[in-house]
């Protein structure tokens, strides 16, 4: 069965840290670009980062340049998205979602067919 589970979600202050984790089932990731996804209550689903497989090249919206820092391991089947320096902006529900080419091409949600049920990040004082 083809799915994705992220984790690693919770409630932070501003200024800290998380890392999400996204493990793949069903399928292996080593030919699917990897993106992630947030989307904040009352707004709509905005991309936060992709990373290539055969290439390892990986794409950021500017909002989080700097901050975040996408990586996967095509061994253990799972992508991560380091998160530093949280602000409270970052607030939302965060997904995984895999592409169906092995490269990334921006960052827009239809082109991303597989999704995971996401996991909530806070950032709050």
């Known amino acids: 069965q083809f799915q994705l589970v992220e984790s690693g979600g919770g409630l932070v202050q501003p200024g800290g840290s998380l890392r999400l984790s996204c493990v793949l089932s069903?399928?292996?990731?080593?030919?699917?670009?990897m993106g992630w996804f947030r989307q904040a209550p009352g707004k709509e689903r905005e991309g936060v980062s992709c990373?290539?497989?055969?290439?390892?090249?990986?794409s950021y919206a500017d909002s989080v340049k700097g901050r975040f820092t996408v990586s996967r391991d095509n061994a253990k089947n799972t992508v991560y998205l380091q998160m530093n320096s949280l602000k409270p902006e970052d607030t939302g529900i965060y997904y995984c979602?895999?592409?169906?080419?092995?490269?990334?091409?921006?960052?827009?949600?239809?082109?991303?067919?597989?999704w995971g049920q996401g996991t909530q990040v806070t950032v709050s004082s």
């Open positions: 990373i290539g497989s055969s290439d390892g090249m990986t």
């Open positions: 979602a895999a592409r169906g080419w092995d490269y990334c091409s921006g960052l827009s949600a239809p082109d991303f067919g597989s």
């Open positions: 069903g399928f292996t990731m080593d030919y699917y670009a």
